[in-house]
């Protein structure tokens, strides 16, 4: 696993030993970004993320890559958490984020609470826990979380449809690679 692309391009990130996570592939990450910036790398640049279920941080650590200002690292894993301040630190990556060792739920509410704002989400929790999707968008969908042109990208098993519509959240894209997909939302 490494960055791909921007500051921090091909350097190495760890992992978790074992299969408890499954980090997001450096190539579904490419993809991802890819269509995020459209052509223009400088898309992200002073942009605003909450990685949620983040594992190893890889998609936000790629979004800080790019030029993102602020990520909001969202794990409730001890030993994952862990892996994600290893990675920061190993980047030199001494600010720019917060990891937030928690649960998703108290998390978002805290960062709601305080006022926090995003321009993007990224959603991915384990494939198994499908009320995770229908939970966290709906929250996300009702919050003031997310900024008026914010995207909302779930990472979810290809079989699996998380669904189109969350309160204020509408899905507009589905992209399927390999034995995942991304489902792009926008608040409606």
């Not at 949620?52 to 958490?81: D, P």
Request: proline share 5%.
């Amino acid at each position: 696993m490494r960055i791909v692309a921007g500051q921090y391009r091909s350097r190495p990130l760890r992992g978790l030993p074992g299969m408890a996570t499954r980090p997001t592939s450096d190539r579904l990450r490419e993809t991802l970004f890819n269509i995020l910036t459209a052509g223009q790398p400088e898309a992200l640049a002073g942009s605003k993320w909450l990685d949620l279920f983040a594992g190893t941080g890889a998609v936000g650590l790629e979004a800080i890559s790019r030029g993102a200002a602020m990520v909001y690292f969202v794990e409730s894993s001890r030993e994952a958490a862990a892996v994600i301040r290893a990675n920061l630190h190993s980047l030199n990556i001494a600010a720019g984020h917060t990891v937030l060792e928690r649960d998703t739920k108290h998390a978002l509410r805290r960062l709601d609470a305080e006022g926090v704002t995003c321009d993007f989400c990224f959603v991915d929790p384990p494939y198994r826990d499908a009320d995770a999707y229908g939970e966290t968008l709906g929250f996300l969908s009702h919050s003031h979380l997310l900024r008026p042109a914010a995207i909302v990208i779930a990472e979810h098993n290809k079989q699996f449809d998380p669904g189109t519509h969350f309160g204020h959240l509408a899905r507009y894209r589905t992209l399927r690679q390999g034995d995942s997909a991304l489902s792009f939302y926008r608040p409606t």
